[in-house]
């Protein structure tokens, strides 16, 4: 059974940084397209980052140059570090799996873990 | 702010054919296949549509996607109380170097 689990959301104070991991299983993250995508309270869905299994990473204008995308295939886990955090980041935060036929057609999804920029 | 416009709400009785509408360009719809998920508050999104028109296992034939052009639609047929949600389009922009989500549609029964 493919199962995603996010871990890592919490306040944080602006310019803070925070790290959030994302526990796969029943597959493996190396192989797979694997993203982050965010929605802030009472907003749409919005995508933040993607690794493609050979290593190519892409980032929103948002979070370029702030937040990096990682997967640690010895743990299976996908990874994004959040650096500089603004109020604009708080949402909860989403990690998918892209499918084998269309990468970027995400099929399975975590709960989601939040995270709150505030002072 | 999304490059991909959507009706922000559609209704209809049971029973009933809805149809949602996104609009996108060139570099977006026009030249890459379109998602489509829903999402009920509170939960993860699923995805409903992928490759324009295909059905994720599990999911009824009575979701339908298409493209045409810069533009897609997601129709929802024998509408039931089950299926309000919030509904999203969602494809790759080549200029943007971004995947991006509709606006968001709420389907209310």
């Known amino acids: 059974e493919v199962l995603l689990v996010e871990t890592g959301g919490g306040l944080k104070q602006p310019r803070g940084s925070l790290r959030l991991s994302c526990s796969a299983s029943g597959f493996s993250v190396s192989i797979n397209y694997m993203a982050w995508v965010r929605q802030a309270p009472g907003k749409g869905l919005e995508w933040v980052s993607s690794k493609r299994a050979d290593g190519t990473t892409f980032y929103s204008d948002a979070v370029r140059g702030r937040f990096t995308i990682a997967r640690d295939n010895s743990r299976n886990t996908l990874s994004l570090q959040m650096n500089s955090l603004r109020a604009e980041d708080s949402a909860v935060y989403y990690c998918?799996?892209?499918?084998?036929?269309?990468?970027?057609?995400?099929?399975?999804w975590g709960q989601g873990t939040t995270v709150t920029v505030s002072s | 702010q999304s490059v991909l416009t959507q009706p922000s709400s559609a209704s209809g009785t049971p029973g009933q054919r809805v149809t949602i509408s996104c609009s996108g360009s060139r570099s977006n719809v026009g030249s890459n296949s379109v998602n489509w998920y829903r999402q009920v508050p509170g939960t993860a999104p699923k995805l409903l549509i992928y490759l324009n028109g295909q059905r994720p296992s599990g999911v009824p034939d009575r979701f339908s996607g298409s493209k045409s052009d810069s533009s897609a639609s997601l129709a929802i047929s024998g509408l039931q109380s089950e299926d309000e949600a919030d509904y999203y389009c969602a494809a790759w922009d080549d200029s943007l170097n971004a995947y991006v989500f509709g606006t968001g549609t709420t389907v209310t029964v």
């Open positions: 998918a799996r892209g499918t084998s036929v269309d990468e970027r057609a995400f099929d399975f």
